[in-house]
């Protein structure tokens, strides 16, 4: 009888979720945090001490600037004529750099605000009658007056002008000085970050405290959890920054500036309303109206040939023929071309000298065609460019779609006797409709958004006759020419909109479509 053998049980399998893991993640967001944290808190202190600075040059110009405008306009009471109101402001202003200097120097040695200013008042009284000296009796009485008279209003004045200076000053804040720093500036991107990086340091912190009191103080069951739930953020943080940073702050800011009218890269505008849009839409020298008519133009031609185009290269491509590797790697080719180089290829030939494509055209018995240097040519140009560039992606979208249509119906459709075209419209068009209805969404969105090939086929001009002016040319030209940051977001945004409703639109026909 044979003996039975006693083996060993397996030890249990450790639960996943250690409180290894949580213990790494403690440590890493506690690092990360505590490093922000002191990035930020250094760009602070620097900030401060700049801010400082800021503050004590802004408080000694504007309480000069204060005191020399109540000056003037006082002393100028007493003057009856134009030339005595020049000599007044010629002696003003001959005294108003020194006086800067030596109040700048008194408010940085820590003298009072009131002393500072009642020598600047003294300087600058003085210097208001400098010029007030000749020998008649009615200068002397107009300079006697000036001092009697700014000698009677001193204490008033100065408390006006010092209350005048604290409202500036208390206006600033660290914001202001934050936009006032230039890249060149030591330390400019600690400065400049510095909240982001408060931020980003306390949440991260926050985070690593968390797992920290997880992993010393809770049980096994709510350490696995919590791991499991923390684990994935390792992987999905940089994603999820990126998108934030370069794609939702830009389009949330873009919206935002829309409204800011006259913006500038300081951050200052005018004010808030739809100034921006209307400059846009309906101003004087606004190139918007063409720039929507020829993008509409470009798309309406462009996207259903390149589309009709793609469908019969593609169903050649598909199917069972030498070589197809090797066509098939041909066509995809130009997509990873850089989009420069292939434009002045097609520049040279579109050459109306030497182009290639007059020379075939030739050959025929044509005329020479001035593609380039005529307005009337500029549109064929581009659409023919438009419809070569989209083809290689299209065409790799189509033999996916192609290549998930079961053989089971081509097999059916020729043991019934169906010829090659009739297969081809009854059946692989209709089973390909959802594919072609993404290209054509695709090809659309990407056909609103043409600019590269403006650019390289005109030579940095929309057209020869600056007849080509496409949206996203226009938005290009408000920012790099005009330096009009508001109205170049009002015009992305009105792209945005004419996209969404053109989507809109295809997806409402692209439903009644038959698939049967």
Not at 464 to 473: A, D, K, L, S
């Amino acid at each position: 009888m044979t003996e039975k053998l006693n083996i060993p049980a397996r030890p249990p399998r450790k639960a996943r979720g250690g409180g290894k893991r949580l213990l790494f993640h403690f440590v890493l967001f506690t690092l990360l945090g505590a490093l922000l944290l002191g990035f930020g808190i250094h760009g602070q202190v620097l900030l401060h001490r700049i801010a400082e600075d800021k503050i004590l040059e802004t408080r000694s110009g504007a309480l000069i600037e204060a005191v020399t405008d109540r000056v003037k306009s006082e002393a100028e009471l007493f003057a009856g004529t134009t030339k005595q109101r020049q000599r007044i402001s010629g002696g003003l202003s001959s005294k108003t750099r020194s006086v800067r200097t030596e109040a700048t120097a008194m408010l940085g040695a820590g003298t009072d605000e009131k002393e500072v200013a009642a020598h600047i008042y003294t300087v600058l009284s003085e210097a208001a009658i400098s010029k007030l000296t000749d020998d008649d009796e009615a200068t002397r009485t107009l300079a006697q007056n000036v001092t009697n008279g700014l000698n009677e209003k001193k204490d008033e004045i100065i408390a006006s002008c010092i209350e005048q200076v604290e409202a500036q000053i208390s206006a600033m804040g660290m914001r202001d000085v934050r936009t006032s720093l230039t890249r060149d500036s030591e330390n400019y991107a600690v400065m400049y970050y510095s909240p982001l990086m408060l931020w980003v340091g306390g949440a991260f912190l926050v985070i690593g405290l968390f797992c920290g009191a997880i992993y010393f103080f809770a049980g096994d069951d709510l350490r696995r959890k919590v791991t499991d739930i923390v684990e994935p953020m390792d992987y999905l943080a940089p994603f999820f920054f990126g998108v934030i940073i370069f794609t939702l702050y830009p389009m949330v800011r873009v919206f935002i500036m829309a409204f800011q009218e006259r913006y500038k890269l300081t951050g200052e505008f005018l004010g808030w309303g739809i100034g921006n849009f209307r400059d846009v839409l309906f101003g004087v020298n606004t190139k918007l109206p063409q720039a929507l008519l020829n993008t509409f133009l470009y798309v309406l031609l462009t996207v259903p040939i390149s589309t009709v185009i793609a469908i019969l290269l593609a169903n050649l491509l598909n199917q069972k023929i030498k070589l197809r590797a090797l066509f098939q790697t041909a066509y995809f080719l130009p997509m990873v071309t850089s989009a420069v180089a292939v434009g002045m290829v097609w520049k040279y030939m579109f050459n109306g000298d030497y182009g290639l494509i007059n020379y075939l055209l030739s050959l025929f018995g044509a005329e020479r065609i001035p593609w380039l240097t005529q307005a009337q040519f500029s549109m064929a140009v581009m659409v023919i460019y438009g419809i070569w560039d989209s083809l290689p992606f299209t065409i790799i979208l189509l033999i996916s779609g192609l290549q998930n249509i079961d053989d089971h119906y081509y097999t059916v459709a020729k043991v019934d006797g169906a010829k090659s075209r009739r297969i081809f419209m009854r059946i692989t068009v209709p089973l390909l409709a959802p594919t072609i209805g993404l290209v054509l969404i695709i090809n659309s969105i990407s056909a609103f958004k043409v600019f590269n090939s403006v650019v390289v086929l005109f030579s940095g001009t929309p057209g020869p006759m600056y007849n080509m002016y496409t949206m996203v040319y226009y938005i290009f030209e408000q920012i790099s020419s005009s330096m009009e940051y508001g109205r170049a977001a009002a015009a992305s945004l009105v792209l945005f909109v004419v996209i969404l409703l053109f989507t809109v639109l295809q997806r409402f026909i692209q439903r009644k479509w038959n698939y049967n």
